[in-house]
């Protein structure tokens, strides 16, 4: 099934999770993709692995695991900066062998001491190849405050366009904590005929660390009632991890009473803390009606 048909019938409702660290064994994944299946989401993204290194076997075993053991869609990442055109050949029809036709395109992180392939420069390169290749749905992502890299919103949406005009039929927010920082860039983006569906990616918050560290990759910006709360409860962890909980419930549900197209939950492979807030917010997104 193509993900892209899903927007047209439901608000939809989907997770990430990441393969193991390299030093560990794929099947310490397994306890978490078995508690995450039950929740019953639309689908599964499994990201690249750190830096979207190697040659993506991680991520292609999780995907068919998903697929063949447990019945749920998957969505593979794939990023492009530091792989050449033979390269990404070869993953694509291992993704088709296994009957993975749902792709997240990305440019990816510069690793360090890796010198960029320059085959493909931005992911709308990789979105346009992919899309001749054929066989794929293919998604997007984007940045609801503005790609670190890029000079401004305008421009940054821009490049948006051409990742749709290039063949993405869907998008996947980066994090973000204030919602209205969402509304914006998704009137701008209307505005400047980025017309397919855009999923809102929400971080469950929960440990300050976690929090530093998003912050610095992405730069999402901290609204004051965020900040309160992790300077309320920066020393006991429990606590933090059940208000960060607490505060991304609250996101999702102003997020589809306002007419999301979908949340994309970023599970950081915690099972608790996405069965909790799944628990809270499954009625609601079952319940509102498409615009």
């Known amino acids: 099934m193509k993900i892209a048909s899903l927007f047209s019938e439901k608000t939809v409702f ?48 999780i995907a068919r695991r998903l697929k063949e053991h447990y019945g749920v869609l998957p969505m593979a990442h794939l990023p492009c900066i530091h792989y050449t055109k033979e390269q990404i050949d070869n993953i694509l029809k291992q993704f088709q062998e296994n009957g993975i036709e749902n792709v997240l395109a990305l440019r990816g992180d510069r690793v360090e001491g890796m010198e960029p392939a320059m085959d493909f420069v931005h992911a709308a390169d990789l979105i346009s190849y992919i899309r001749s290749f054929g066989g794929f749905d293919i998604a997007g992502a984007c940045y609801p405050e503005c790609h670190p890299e890029a000079p401004n919103m305008d421009t940054d949406i821009r490049h948006l366009k051409e990742k749709v005009d290039a063949g993405a039929s869907h ?70 991890r059940d208000a960060g909980i607490a ?32 628990e809270a917010v499954n009625g609601i997104i079952k319940a509102a009606p498409k615009c």
Request: net charge negative.
């Open 171 to 240: 998008l996947i927010t980066q994090l973000f904590f204030d919602n209205d920082s969402f509304y914006d860039f998704r009137y701008r983006a209307a505005r400047a005929g980025v017309n397919v569906p855009i999923e809102a990616g929400i971080m469950p918050v929960t440990n300050r660390k976690q929090i530093e560290r998003m912050v610095t990759m992405c730069g999402a910006s901290l609204p004051r009632k965020f900040t309160k709360m992790v300077q309320r409860f920066e020393d006991n962890p429990e606590a933090l």
């Open 14 to 61: 989907s997770f990430e999770i990441f393969p193991p660290k390299k030093t560990s064994p794929i099947e310490t994944v397994y306890d978490t993709l078995e508690a995450l299946q039950d929740l019953k989401p639309d689908f599964i993204s499994v990201t690249f692995g750190a830096g979207g290194s190697g040659n993506g076997e991680n991520t292609l075993a």
């Open 247 to 278: 505060y991304a419930i609250d996101q999702i549900v102003d997020l589809v009473t306002d007419g999301v197209d979908g949340i994309h939950l970023y599970t950081m492979n915690n099972p608790y803390v996405a069965r909790k807030i799944s």
